[in-house]
């Protein structure tokens, strides 16, 4: 074996930096973090060749005083942290490497004050070799100038991605510093061109300076798509903006989480998120959310890598489970709100394809035409300017769809995912209520099943007795079933039997399977609602849109897809060039 030899101050550093600094924008964080640790008001960040070849952050914050300058280089200097509040830590910097990282892996200048201009130093570091104090005038605050990153460690940087893909990183890293810090201003510039601007809100409320925020780093439609909530539980505050269930993302780039305002990426809060969504969103889309959690310090530890992204909660089950009821308040309370990206992508199909919709007049006297003639017109506005969200029907098209007419616009409702929702929230609560009322059948279905299937049937025939489901052995292959709930008690029995054998062969464990109850309402619900396909009359599709109004979560279906689109009047109006 080779003699045992202590490392180099050198190597040390630069094996510091790899754990530290991972790329470009591994240095822009660990800057801008410093730099609303100095309480600015204003940050501004340069790069060019994606921060390969420079990274630029200035600030007005305090500052650093003259005689520290070059301490705040060293390893393991910081002025956040003293020998007893490592478990109370405020600030986003605390272990005092960043600096020295950087510095040993680049060409460094610095440029601070802590008065006026007069007072202003700067000096050099080039590969963690620290150069001469020099005067500098500059206002108060911090400039720091990181120029031909990894030079020293060219094996790193050949790891890197192209241009635009550092600087994508750069850009996301200071959006979520951004959305946590609404008081201060943010500008990015990207090769001299700026990317990001978003001035500091005014508005004292923190929900409407985050409002403000969002819009001017994602847009207004972004925003238009987010649900408020704020909900403080035993000692945690879950906050923010989440994202209409019809809203969601491909992956999970734009859930934004913050602890004590600490961006952070954690596996286990963003299951949680989406475990609060599985009622809502198919298994491969993921909701879109800016979440703030607050949490006593001494509660999470976040010294568990050296990056600072990750934290550690000392019950991690209780947060989550509080976390999950939360959102799921939250997304209650938004009722049958759904999605306006729908609708533009509707226009966008329309404009696109030149569609025509030939809708089906049905059987109704309220739709007869000389229901609209001068003296009922009246009547007509009475009624549609009432308090109904989704208007009233006109008319069904392909025996499917519904067009209602709302004070604004008109408002296209699939009636089966509707209905669908509809009667899954209610076997849910009655459900969980122990009311569901039955319906014993005139004539019991008797119903053909496999040996296995018979099995796993009468092992679990319990269970099905509380959704008032009553069944019962008929022979070694069938099953005859005497009751059901009232709510299902037109469907196809049979197809629904079959559905539920499914679920209860994939759910497997009985232990589990009360977990695992919204599966079962949402085969039952899929085989109780309207049918697509089937005629309905005004007042059943009234009905139905009264129901949704006063249904939670029924914007959606229980498989993620939405139960309407909305068209405004402008916006139909633009289709055919009136405006």
Same mark, same amino acid.
């Given at each position: 074996?080779?003699?045992?030899?202590?490392?180099?101050?050198?190597? &040390?550093?630069? #094996?510091?930096? =790899?754990?530290?600094? /991972?790329?470009? !924008?591994?240095?822009?964080? +660990? *800057?801008?973090?410093?730099?609303?640790?100095?309480?600015?008001?204003?940050?501004?960040?340069?790069?060019?060749?994606?921060?390969?070849?420079?990274?630029?952050?200035?600030?007005?914050?305090?500052?650093?005083?003259?005689?520290?300058?070059?301490?705040?280089?060293?390893?393991?200097?910081?002025?956040?942290?003293?020998?007893?509040?490592?478990?109370?830590?405020?600030?986003?910097?605390?272990?005092?490497?960043?600096?020295?990282?950087?510095?040993?892996?680049?060409?460094?200048?610095?440029?601070?004050? &802590?008065?006026? #201009?007069?007072? =202003?130093?700067?000096? /050099?570091?080039? !590969?963690?070799?620290?150069? +001469? *104090?020099?005067?500098?005038?500059?206002?108060?605050?911090?400039?720091?100038?990181?120029?031909?990153?990894?030079?020293?460690?060219?094996?790193?940087?050949?790891?890197?991605?192209?241009?635009?893909?550092?600087?994508?990183?750069?850009?996301?890293?200071?959006?979520?510093?951004?959305?946590?810090?609404?008081?201060?201003?943010?500008?990015?510039?990207?090769?001299?061109?700026?990317?990001?601007?978003?001035?500091?809100?005014?508005?004292?409320?923190?929900?409407?300076?985050?409002?403000?925020?969002?819009?001017?780093?994602?847009?207004?439609?972004?925003?238009?798509?987010?649900?408020?909530?704020?909900?403080?539980?035993?000692?945690?505050?879950?906050?923010?903006?989440?994202?209409?269930?019809?809203?969601?993302?491909?992956?999970?780039?734009?859930?934004?989480?913050?602890?004590?305002?600490?961006?952070?990426?954690?596996?286990?809060?963003?299951?949680?998120?989406?475990?609060?969504?599985?009622?809502?969103?198919?298994?491969?889309?993921?909701?879109?959310?800016?979440?703030?959690?607050?949490?006593?310090?001494?509660?999470?530890?976040?010294?568990?890598?050296?990056?600072?992204?990750?934290?550690?909660?000392?019950?991690?089950?209780?947060?989550?489970?509080?976390?999950?009821?939360?959102?799921?308040?939250?997304?209650?309370?938004?009722?049958?709100?759904?999605?306006?990206?729908?609708?533009?992508?509707?226009?966008?199909?329309?404009?696109?394809?030149?569609?025509?919709?030939?809708?089906?007049?049905?059987?109704?006297?309220?739709?007869?035409?000389?229901?609209?003639?001068?003296?009922?017109?009246?009547?007509?506005?009475?009624?549609?300017?009432?308090?109904?969200?989704?208007?009233?029907?006109?008319?069904?098209?392909?025996?499917?769809?519904?067009?209602?007419?709302?004070?604004?616009?008109?408002?296209?409702?699939?009636?089966?995912?509707?209905?669908?929702?509809?009667?899954?929230?209610?076997?849910?609560?009655?459900?969980?209520?122990?009311?569901?009322?039955?319906?014993?059948?005139?004539?019991?279905?008797?119903?053909?099943?496999?040996?296995?299937?018979?099995?796993?049937?009468?092992?679990?025939?319990?269970?099905?007795?509380?959704?008032?489901?009553?069944?019962?052995?008929?022979?070694?292959?069938?099953?005859?079933?005497?009751?059901?709930?009232?709510?299902?008690?037109?469907?196809?029995?049979?197809?629904?039997?079959?559905?539920?054998?499914?679920?209860?062969?994939?759910?497997?464990?009985?232990?589990?399977?009360?977990?695992?109850?919204?599966?079962?309402?949402?085969?039952?619900?899929?085989?109780?609602?309207?049918?697509?396909?089937?005629?309905?009359?005004?007042?059943?599709?009234?009905?139905?849109?009264?129901?949704?109004?006063?249904?939670?979560?029924?914007?959606?279906?229980?498989?993620?897809?939405?139960?309407?689109?909305?068209?405004?009047?402008?916006?139909?109006?633009?289709?055919?060039?009136?405006?």
């Amino acid at each position: 074996m080779n003699e045992i030899k202590e490392l180099s101050q050198e190597l &040390i550093n630069k #094996i510091s930096a =790899g754990e530290v600094i /991972e790329r470009p !924008s591994s240095v822009v964080k +660990e *800057l801008v973090e410093n730099s609303i640790d100095a309480k600015s008001s204003i940050i501004d960040i340069h790069i060019r060749n994606g921060g390969k070849t420079e990274i630029r952050v200035s600030d007005n914050g305090v500052g650093i005083n003259s005689k520290d300058v070059k301490l705040a280089f060293k390893r393991h200097a910081t002025s956040k942290l003293s020998d007893h509040n490592l478990l109370k830590i405020s600030t986003l910097g605390f272990r005092g490497e960043a600096l020295s990282s950087i510095a040993s892996i680049s060409r460094m200048k610095i440029y601070t004050s &802590i008065s006026d #201009i007069a007072d =202003g130093k700067s000096f /050099e570091v080039n !590969s963690g070799l620290i150069g +001469e *104090l020099k005067p500098s005038p500059r206002k108060i605050g911090t400039t720091i100038e990181v120029n031909e990153l990894f030079y020293s460690t060219p094996a790193r940087l050949k790891f890197l991605k192209t241009e635009n893909y550092e600087t994508l990183l750069i850009k996301q890293c200071i959006q979520k510093l951004a959305l946590s810090n609404p008081d201060i201003e943010f500008n990015f510039y990207s090769n001299e061109k700026k990317i990001i601007s978003s001035l500091a809100s005014k508005n004292l409320n923190f929900n409407k300076k985050l409002e403000h925020r969002i819009v001017s780093l994602f847009g207004s439609e972004f925003f238009k798509n987010l649900i408020w909530f704020n909900e403080k539980i035993d000692c945690y505050n879950f906050f923010g903006f989440i994202g209409l269930p019809t809203f969601h993302h491909s992956n999970s780039a734009k859930q934004f989480t913050f602890v004590n305002k600490r961006p952070i990426h954690d596996r286990y809060l963003y299951n949680s998120i989406k475990a609060a969504y599985k009622d809502f969103l198919s298994y491969d889309r993921f909701p879109q959310v800016v979440l703030f959690i607050n949490s006593p310090l001494e509660d999470v530890d976040i010294n568990v890598h050296p990056t600072k992204n990750e934290v550690r909660f000392k019950n991690m089950q209780n947060l989550r489970s509080l976390l999950i009821r939360s959102i799921k308040k939250g997304l209650e309370s938004a009722g049958h709100k759904s999605s306006t990206i729908n609708t533009l992508k509707t226009l966008d199909t329309i404009n696109k394809n030149n569609l025509n919709f030939m809708t089906k007049k049905v059987d109704d006297p309220f739709l007869s035409n000389n229901y609209f003639n001068k003296e009922n017109s009246t009547n007509l506005t009475e009624e549609i300017c009432q308090d109904y969200p989704l208007g009233l029907a006109k008319s069904q098209f392909h025996e499917t769809y519904i067009i209602s007419q709302t004070k604004n616009g008109i408002v296209i409702i699939d009636q089966h995912a509707a209905h669908e929702r509809i009667v899954y929230e209610k076997l849910k609560k009655n459900y969980n209520q122990n009311n569901l009322e039955t319906q014993i059948l005139l004539i019991p279905e008797i119903i053909e099943v496999i040996s296995e299937e018979l099995d796993i049937l009468l092992n679990h025939r319990d269970f099905l007795a509380r959704y008032s489901l009553l069944i019962e052995k008929f022979s070694n292959e069938s099953i005859i079933v005497r009751e059901v709930p009232l709510i299902l008690i037109n469907c196809n029995i049979s197809l629904l039997m079959k559905d539920i054998i499914s679920d209860l062969i994939e759910i497997g464990d009985s232990q589990i399977l009360e977990t695992n109850i919204n599966k079962i309402c949402s085969s039952m619900a899929c085989h109780g609602s309207i049918r697509a396909g089937r005629q309905m009359y005004q007042d059943e599709m009234n009905k139905l849109l009264r129901e949704m109004e006063s249904t939670p979560y029924s914007g959606q279906c229980n498989h993620g897809r939405p139960t309407y689109i909305e068209l405004n009047l402008n916006q139909i109006e633009s289709l055919f060039g009136r405006k």
